[in-house]
């Protein structure tokens, strides 16, 4: 009998999954396996948590979807607190694993965590699972990836199109004797629960089956896509934007399952330049991170540890308490919500790196904690991006946050929303 031992990290769902399809087609039994990595939880000392409550809720909330999930599949699923190595060896001498599948991450965290599983010498597989193309694919060679995001567009456009989605593999052969584990409390990784603000302008759920809901929901049933390019800068309201993100961040949606219904919408209502615009921005996404995957551990800039104790501006800028109306709007919603706008987000982040002279590492440590939708590459691409020293440099980016409240926020409906509760 040949046992292959999944291992997810942001894949948490069944379609388009190359390396469930792939151990569900090869193996007599598949193991899923998922880690709390220690590195991420129960540290005491910082002055926020890496990963804070309500990102882990919403991956409880993944985990508990995709547990139901593969049980139609008759995998169980497997889950530790500790470290990926410890967790694998563990199962590996309780049920011999031939072989590890997994979707392959171009972060160094997690490139560093696939370089611990070598010493188990465990055969080890990767796929690509999490990107709109395969690196075979591109039209260049890695290391000659544009450094601008048009140029990268351009080549991408006028020559490949992303590969249709796969639905959800048929089940092993045989039933595991391996029981599923139950998903720990947010107590149990050091967290304590927090609600999501009743102003929020969407309270979303985790799993594959709510990112499912929620891509029909915005294509067919609303068919706000067909106005997203005009809306997509908008502040209130759940459907001024998609909202993919907090299902992508963790791989509850694929981005090619995306685009493979974006073009389904196309044919059935037709297309214009808001369908094409969502593509754009999955391009965005592709794009930070095939830099990830270009430069290592260069693309982070060295992050900062995480301090005990911050200075006294920074918590200011953190906690919405700067004093400019239109950052603090946004900051109280990131705090009190876990999202924020893309364009709260440009503006909140030029006003610390510009006006505060504040180092932007920390401002990404912030947003890794606080935000639910947190994408280590979006992240880290815009961060740099907009302090100068990260893809398609042109200097620092600098917002006018007065004339940007006044264009984006004219009648002070947003800031009234967050400030004046």
């Avoid at 409880?60 to 139609?72: G, P, T, V």
């Avoid at 690196?135 to 490949?160: D, H, N, S, V, W």
Wanted: include cysteine; glycine fraction near 6%; hydrophobic fraction near 40%.
């Amino acid at each position: 009998m040949k046992r292959i031992l999944l291992w997810f990290r942001n894949d948490l769902r069944l379609h388009d999954n190359p390396a469930l399809r792939a151990a569900c087609a090869q193996a007599d039994e598949v193991i899923a396996y998922y880690c709390f990595d220690s590195q991420y939880f129960g540290d005491k000392k910082s002055a926020f948590p890496r990963i804070g409550a309500r990102r882990t809720q919403f991956i409880l909330e993944s985990l508990q979807d995709l547990k139901e999930s593969l049980a139609f599949l008759n995998i169980p699923l497997q889950i530790s607190i500790g470290t990926p190595k410890d967790g694998i060896q563990a199962l590996h001498q309780n049920f011999p694993i031939d072989a590890v599948f997994y979707s392959e991450e171009f972060a160094y965290e997690e490139i560093r965590q696939t370089e611990a599983l070598k010493s188990l010498t465990i055969p080890l597989r990767s796929f690509v699972s999490n990107q709109l193309f395969e690196l075979a694919e591109l039209p260049f060679p890695l290391y000659k990836l544009p450094r601008g995001f048009t140029t990268f567009r351009k080549k991408l456009e006028a020559a490949i199109s992303p590969a249709a989605a796969f639905p959800p593999p048929p089940a092993p052969q045989s039933i595991s004797p391996v029981h599923s584990t139950p998903l720990p409390s947010l107590i149990a990784l050091g967290l304590r629960p927090d609600a999501i603000d009743e102003r929020a302008a969407l309270k979303p759920r985790g799993g594959e089956k709510e990112g499912l809901k929620r891509l029909k929901a915005y294509l067919f049933g609303s068919q706000n896509i067909s106005q997203y390019k005009e809306t997509r800068n908008g502040m209130i309201g759940p459907d001024y934007s998609s909202k993919f993100s907090f299902w992508l961040a963790n791989g509850s949606l694929s981005p090619r399952k995306i685009y493979q219904e974006i073009k389904s919408y196309e044919v059935q209502f037709g297309a214009n330049e808001s369908t094409y615009w969502l593509y754009f921005e999955l391009l965005w996404r592709e794009f930070f991170r095939l830099n990830a995957a270009k430069k290592g551990a260069n693309f982070f800039q060295m992050p900062l540890a995480y301090h005990s104790s911050v200075d006294a501006q920074f918590e200011k800028w953190r906690q919405g308490k700067t004093g400019h109306p239109f950052i603090d709007a946004n900051m109280r919603e990131l705090a009190l919500t876990g999202f924020m706008s893309n364009r709260g987000r440009q503006n909140v982040a030029s006003y610390l790196i510009n006006n505060l002279k504040g180092d932007w590492r920390l401002g990404a440590a912030w947003f890794e904690s606080a935000l639910i939708d947190y994408d280590v590459y979006s992240n880290y691409g815009n961060w740099t991006y907009l302090a100068g020293n990260g893809n398609d440099p042109r200097g620092q980016r600098s917002f006018n946050i007065d004339s940007q409240q006044e264009r984006y926020d004219p009648k002070g409906d947003y800031v009234n929303l967050w400030l004046n509760f």
